[in-house]
């Protein structure tokens, strides 16, 4: 098969593809249907500790899915580290950029907080707030700092791992209180929630920012991981 | 439904269909980890246009959360998924070099 046939192939299948996925979108947005998700969410919002009907879909009615993309995350960084030392940092750069860094990163962190407060009432969270402080790291490492900002290898697997294990022993608590696994009981569901979204916050951000690094911190390296 | 709604929404999920396919497209065609690598997030983007679109409810109405929260966790998702597969292709690159 010549290589302009076969690119006429592809060419033919992505177009049908895209033909038949187009039909689905609008069947799908125009067709009749029951009850959507959203008013089974939007329902529930208030009982479940968040005014935020983003906040409760991700940290109560789909916690446990937001639980394993924290897995997710962790298990990434955990390949980035176990293949390749770090890049080398970047050269310092000029006072221009120097002194900007120095203005933006406390901006990034002052925003990234807010953003966790806020994320209950508005739209913000964990997400969001992570991932400004990832922001603030590769920022960091762009204008030439070594570990972009970031701590120890040791603290960096404790603030790495934190959001898993917060989220996991929440569940856990919920259980010994009788309820089923992340089934927050109401009266403290906000406390709850709020603590699993710093704890996740800390996470992402470091994942984020560990992750453009791109390796092991190599800096008092031990046997491996 | 709106109609108003309907064609907001037909237009923007439309759209990251499109972007979608030039991802696709792009992913098939083109030779070289970076290249696949970002149309890889292209068709990401598309997906994520898609789910946007489907959560508008007129701007009067708040939108679906469920897409949203799927959108915010998967851009996250994706980021740190692409940073794995660069270190994975900066350990090629080391391999085919040593």
Not at chain 1, 84 to 96: K, N, T
């Amino acid at each position: 098969m010549s290589s302009s046939l076969l690119s006429l192939l592809v060419k033919v299948l992505v177009v049908a593809l895209g033909a038949f996925l187009g039909w689905a979108l609008w069947d799908g947005l125009s067709g009749h249907s029951g009850v959507r998700l959203a008013e089974i969410a939007l329902v529930q919002v208030p009982e479940s500790g968040a005014s935020n009907p983003v906040t409760s879909v991700l940290l109560n009615f789909r916690g446990y899915d937001t639980l394993l993309e924290l897995a997710v995350l962790l298990t990434a960084l955990l390949g980035i580290w176990s293949l390749c030392p770090a890049a080398l940092p970047y050269p310092p750069p000029g006072l221009l950029l120097t002194n900007l860094v120095g203005w933006v990163v406390p901006m990034l962190i002052i925003a990234g907080g807010y953003l966790l407060w806020v994320g209950g009432q508005a739209p913000g969270g964990a997400f969001q707030a992570g991932a400004l402080f990832g922001a603030a790291g590769v920022t960091l490492a762009l204008a030439g700092h070594p570990t972009g900002g970031l701590p120890a290898e040791s603290h960096q697997r404790l603030l790495a791992t934190s959001g898993t294990l917060v989220f996991v022993l929440m569940g856990l608590g919920c259980m010994l209180l009788g309820l089923g696994f992340l089934t927050y009981p109401k009266a403290i569901a906000k406390w709850l929630i709020l603590t699993i979204e710093t704890a996740a916050t800390l996470s992402i951000g470091l994942i984020l920012a560990a992750a453009f690094l791109g390796g092991h911190p190599s800096a008092g390296r031990s046997h491996g991981l | 439904m709106d109609s108003e709604i309907l064609i907001t929404q037909v237009l923007y999920g439309g759209l990251g269909l499109v972007l979608f396919l030039l991802g696709l497209w792009s992913f098939i065609v083109h030779d070289g980890l970076s290249r696949k690598l970002i149309a890889l997030n292209v068709m990401g983007s598309g997906v994520f246009h898609v789910l946007v679109a489907i959560a508008y409810r007129g701007l009067e109405q708040t939108p679906d959360p469920v897409p949203h929260a799927l959108v915010l966790t998967g851009i996250v998702v994706a980021v740190s998924a692409t940073a794995l597969a660069l270190a994975f292709g900066r350990r090629l690159e080391e391999r085919d070099h040593a």
